[in-house]
C-alpha cells in the first residue's frame, strides 16, 4: 500500500462511451500527476498538477479531461477513446517544492483500461 | 530536453546471477537520478536514488552509483532472486520527473 489508491483498477469501454478513473492519496502531497503506460515505451506524462492547478499539459488529446478538485484527488475523464488509448493509466503523488527537485513519487497501482 | 535511456530487455538470469542494467541520461541542469521498480500488478515504487555526483544509492541489494563524467546511473546487483524478477525503470528529476522505457527482468530458479 503506497497511499495512493486508484479506481477502478480494470475498465473495459467501447469507443462512444465516457467514464472517468479516480485516483486519492492519503499522503497530503501537493503535486499529482497522471502517466500513460503502453508496452515497449516510456511512460508518458500526461498531466501535472501542483496545489490544484494545472501546471503541465503533454499534448494530451482532448478526449482525455482531467480535474483536480483538492489536492487528495484526481480525475481522468474519457469520452470517444480510440483503441490504441488501451493502456495502464497510472497516477503518482510528490511532495513538490524543494530546491533541485529529488522529491519521490508515489504510484498508485494503476488502471487497464481496454478501449473496444 | 531532458531524458534517459536504458538498456532495453528483457534480461533473463539464473538465480544468484550478477544482474547489471545500464541507464544513460542527458540533462541541461543537475539532475536527481532514480530507479523506480514495478513488480507484476502494481504500480511503480522507488527502489534508489541519489541527488549529486559520485553520491551512491542502494537498498535491498541493489546499487548505483552517479557518475557525471559518463552521465550514467547503472543499476547493479550481485547476487538476484526470484523475487526481483519485475520491470525496472531509470528515471531523471530535474524539476520534472522523466522516465526511461523500461527493462523486464525476469529470474529462474
Known amino acids: 500500500e503506497t497511499g495512493v489508491t486508484q479506481t477502478p483498477r480494470h475498465l473495459v469501454m467501447g469507443m462512444t462511451n465516457k467514464k472517468s478513473l479516480k485516483c486519492e492519496q492519503h499522503?497530503?502531497?501537493?503535486?499529482m500527476y497522471w502517466y500513460k503506460q503502453s508496452a515497449k515505451k516510456p511512460l508518458e506524462l500526461m498531466f501535472v498538477?501542483?496545489?490544484?492547478?494545472?501546471?503541465e499539459n503533454n499534448s494530451v488529446p482532448s478526449r482525455f479531461s482531467p480535474e483536480c478538485p483538492n489536492s487528495s484527488h484526481l480525475f481522468l475523464h474519457l469520452h470517444t477513446l480510440q483503441p490504441e488509448d488501451s493502456a495502464l493509466y497510472l497516477c503518482?503523488?510528490?511532495?513538490?517544492?524543494?530546491?533541485?527537485?529529488?522529491?519521490?513519487?508515489?504510484f498508485g497501482q494503476g488502471t487497464r483500461l481496454t478501449v473496444v | 530536453g531532458d531524458s534517459v535511456t536504458q538498456m532495453e530487455g528483457p534480461v533473463t538470469l539464473s538465480e544468484e546471477a550478477f544482474l547489471t542494467i545500464n541507464c544513460t541520461y542527458t540533462?541541461?541542469?543537475?539532475?536527481?537520478l532514480f530507479w523506480y521498480v514495478q513488480y507484476p500488478g502494481e504500480g511503480l515504487q522507488l527502489l534508489l536514488k541519489?541527488?549529486?555526483?559520485?553520491d551512491k544509492g542502494s537498498n535491498k541489494g541493489f546499487e548505483a552509483t552517479y557518475r557525471k563524467e559518463t552521465t550514467s546511473f547503472h543499476l547493479e546487483k550481485g547476487s538476484v532472486q526470484v523475487s526481483d524478477s519485475a520491470v525496472y525503470f531509470c528515471?531523471?528529476?530535474?524539476?520534472?520527473?522523466?522516465f526511461g522505457a523500461g527493462t523486464t527482468v525476469t529470474v529462474r530458479a
Open positions: 541519489a541527488t549529486k555526483a559520485d
Open positions: 498538477y501542483n496545489f490544484k492547478e494545472q501546471t
Open positions: 540533462a541541461t541542469g543537475y539532475p536527481s
Open positions: 503518482a503523488s510528490s511532495q513538490e517544492g524543494s530546491a533541485g527537485g529529488a522529491a519521490e513519487a508515489f
Open positions: 528515471a531523471l528529476d530535474d524539476y520534472k520527473l522523466s
Open positions: 499522503l497530503g502531497h501537493n503535486a
